[in-house]
Antibody, heavy 119, light 107 residues
Framework: QVQLVESGGGLVKPGGSLRLSCAAS????????MAWIRQTPGKGLEWISY??????YYADSVKARFTISRDNAKNLLYLQMDSLRAEDTAVYYC??????????????WGHGALVTVSS | EIVLTQSPATLSLSPGERATLSCRAS??????LAWYQQKPGQAPRLLIY???YRATGIPARFSGSGSGTEFTLTITSLEFEDFAVYYC?????????FGQGTKLEIK
């Protein structure tokens, strides 16, 4: 079955960096667009990035600090997070586009990775 | 950025009752609206997409309606597993946004 498993979360100091990975299985990874979405108790759910072919989209809140990428040979999605701030503290989910070849809705989602930015 | 406003914030109902959840967009999103269900400790799950299409495996008691700026998620005859938080989300233009959620709790 389709499975997405995030890893790489943890505690990091403000200004630091972290790279999240999302391991995909159960489908042809290269055929699907992928996304990163985060959730905080205060701001709720927030789309932060998605990758559709060679096109990448970023929320203003993370633009120039976060980078989405993928390795289709390894079935991995990445989120490189630099210059981290306290407000980046969240559970980060990776999610797959509902249909192949085009970005539409996302489902399923991974179980999430907790990132805590604190000194 | 399109703002999605969900109402009510909390809905208290009993199993077997009908639930009606609303989502209002700050500008038209056509039919580019989805509903997700989230249970404690779990990731959101897609219920409805393109305003009215049920995702695979979603029971027929869930239905979506609306277009433009006003949308409704209806759950007929609530079952215990339906008590959760529900979010609407648009993909009309970037950035995609979510509503703040409606918590459906047992009365």
């Amino acid at each position: 079955q389709v499975q997405l498993v995030e890893s790489g979360g943890g505690l990091v100091k403000p200004g630091g960096s972290l790279r999240l990975s999302c391991a995909a299985s159960g489908f042809t990874f290269s055929d699907y667009c992928m996304a990163w979405i985060r959730q905080t108790p205060g701001k709720g759910l927030e789309w932060i990035s998605y990758i559709s072919g060679s096109t990448k989209y970023y929320a203003d809140s993370v633009k120039a600090r976060f980078t989405i990428s993928r390795d289709n040979a390894k079935n991995l999605l990445y989120l490189q997070m630099d210059s981290l701030r306290a407000e980046d503290t969240a559970v980060y989910y990776c999610a797959r586009s509902l249909k192949p070849a085009t970005f539409t809705w996302v489902d399923p989602w991974g179980h999430g990775a907790l990132v805590t930015v604190s000194s | 950025e399109i703002v999605l406003t969900q109402s009510p914030a909390t809905l208290s109902l009993s199993p077997g009752e009908r639930a009606t959840l609303s989502c209002r967009a700050s500008q038209s999103v056509s039919n580019f609206l989805a509903w997700y269900q989230q249970k404690p400790g779990q990731a959101p799950r897609l219920l409805i997409y393109d305003a009215s299409y049920r995702a695979t495996g979603i029971p027929a008691r869930f239905s979506g309606s609306g277009s433009g700026t006003e949308f409704t998620l209806t759950i007929t005859s609530l079952e215990f597993e339906d008590f959760a938080v529900y979010y609407c989300q648009h993909r009309s233009n970037w950035p995609y946004t979510f509503g703040q959620g409606t918590k459906l709790e047992i009365k």
